[in-house]
């Protein structure tokens, strides 16, 4: 990979402290295996610098070249207000890393980063608040690089992304196109934040910030507004034919939705949420699609709420990447809306056909 130096703010990185993924038996690929990067002096693009901790897990085990490269690498991003670890369920597991399928954890070496802001990595509820450096994507791939460079990968063969991850993926391959064999795009525009995806975003944010018991990020105590903001996300990237069907009278969707949004505010934090969505602020990756060289498939789905198919705008802008294609994926229970990255059965034929074409075979 090229140097984060010649993009990319300037770090000081300390290994006392960080882990390497320890080998892990062939037999036993699909026990995850996890470090800390301790990065004593993180430059934010704001400018503002400060000791971070990142956080990965891997799968799998690295194979090198003569060279010592890693040739294997394949980089899982998630989406926000999630980590790494969503990726360890028994749907990503049975249909993804087990032996025979797509990213069969013995043949690839899978990197699964907690986002700057987001689950192990530093974030603001460690203990700063809102003296956090208020971080952007920008801040998020710099600190996905770093985490490449500590296990010494220096190409990717496939990155998969979802939803922010998603967002994440088109700024790595438009700003690293020769580190990037192929990019599975899921849920997400290579545009700017804009329209009713920018107004929601900041209907949450403001529904914190303007809670008198947020206290200006210095409570002692979860706020309401953390609720209402858990609404919203669930409410803009839930499917309305899931809904429907696990809901089908007043009694059961709302008994439903209350279930599942216990579940999602497990353990999250007013102020890591604020930053979380605010985040997206500044990212725009549409200005250089054309230099993208990784072969490239970015799937939506038709009830998509937060990138909607009727704006018609991955279509139009997928047309610029040299390499790259665009599926849309019909609405059903099963695709689950803006969250079809939680089936991989629906997207995962996309996969095999962007891992083929790297093999020198042909797709489906």
Known sequence: MSPVRAVLPVFLV????????????????????????????????????????????????????????????????????????????????????????????????????????????????????????RYDYDDMVAGQRLVLDRLGVRRLRVIVGTSMGCMHGWLWVERHPADVDAFLALSCQPTPIAGRNAVWREVLRSAIRDDPAWNGGRYERQPPSLRLAGSLVLLMTGSAKEMQAKGPTRETALARFEADLDRYLAGRDANDVLYQWDSSRSYDPSAGLESVRARLVAVNAADDAIDPPELGVVEREVRRVPNGRFVLLPASEENRGHRIYLNPLAWRSYLEELLRAGDGRPGP
């Open 14 to 133: 300390v290994a006392r402290g960080a882990v390497a993924s320890p080998a892990v038996p062939p037999e036993r690929s699909l026990v995850p295996s996890a470090g800390d990067l301790l990065v004593e002096a993180f430059r934010f693009s704001s400018g503002e610098t400060l000791p971070v901790r990142l956080h990965y897990r891997t799968l799998g085990n690295a194979r090198r070249d003569l060279h010592g490269d890693v040739t294997n690498a394949v980089l899982l991003l998630h989406g926000t207000g999630g980590s790494g670890e969503g990726f360890l369920g028994p749907a990503w597991e049975a249909d993804l890393f087990s032996p025979g399928q797509p990213l069969d954890a013995r043949r690839y070496f899978i990197v699964l980063p907690d986002a700057l802001g987001h689950g192990q990595s530093s974030k603001p509820s460690d203990g700063l608040g809102t003296r956090f450096p």
